[in-house]
């Protein structure tokens, strides 16, 4: 396939856990939600990014193990757990590279939300949910005059964002 995800999982999802040094065969296949309560799981308190209301923080971690295909090792990924505020954690698998920095794996982690936000914006400001196209072309013209709108709108908020600096 040649594409890289990172994608949020389960927390019963079971993967085989790297030894450290040995990176050997695995023990057993454990669910994630094990590993993130296992000891040797290592935590880093992280800034993830800047917000609106100050700086996103959590706690993360991330290691190397291997996917589990019915109790059988598959290719090496990254595990990556994010602990919330609230104490809630998330789960996320990468077939990113071994060499991948970690920090590139946090920034990752947030992508998905200012895309959501964007379709979000799209529905409730532009009517992007409001389509009764019975044809494919009719369907895309509307996204396009949609996305055309979005675009302007973004310029325009981006003019005067600039301006209105102190």
């Known amino acids: 396939w040649g594409k890289l995800y990172l994608a949020e999982i389960r927390s ?7 030894l450290g040094e040995q990176q050997g065969s695995p023990e057993k296949a454990l669910a994630v939600s094990e590993i993130a309560r296992s000891e040797r799981t290592a935590w880093q308190r992280a800034v993830l990014a ?27 990924l990254w595990l990556i757990i994010r ?5 809630k954690l998330k789960y996320y698998l990468s077939n990113a590279p071994q060499d991948m920095e970690a920090e590139e794996l946090k920034r990752a982690l947030l992508m998905r939300w200012p895309i959501e936000q964007c ?33 302007f709108l973004l ?8 301006k209105l600096q102190l």
């Open 50 to 76: 800047e917000g609106s209301k100050g700086p996103l923080v959590a706690e993360v971690s991330i290691q190397r193990v291997r996917e589990s295909r019915e109790g059988q090792p598959g290719q090496e």
């Open 12 to 18: 019963n999802i079971q993967v085989l856990p790297l």
């Open 119 to 151: 379709f979000e914006d799209g529905k409730r400001y532009l009517g992007m949910d409001h389509y009764e196209n019975r044809s494919w072309n009719g369907w895309h013209r509307h996204m396009l005059y949609v996305f055309l709108a979005m675009l």
């Open 155 to 162: 310029r325009l908020r981006l003019k005067f964002k600039k």
């Open 83 to 87: 602990r919330l505020e609230g104490g």
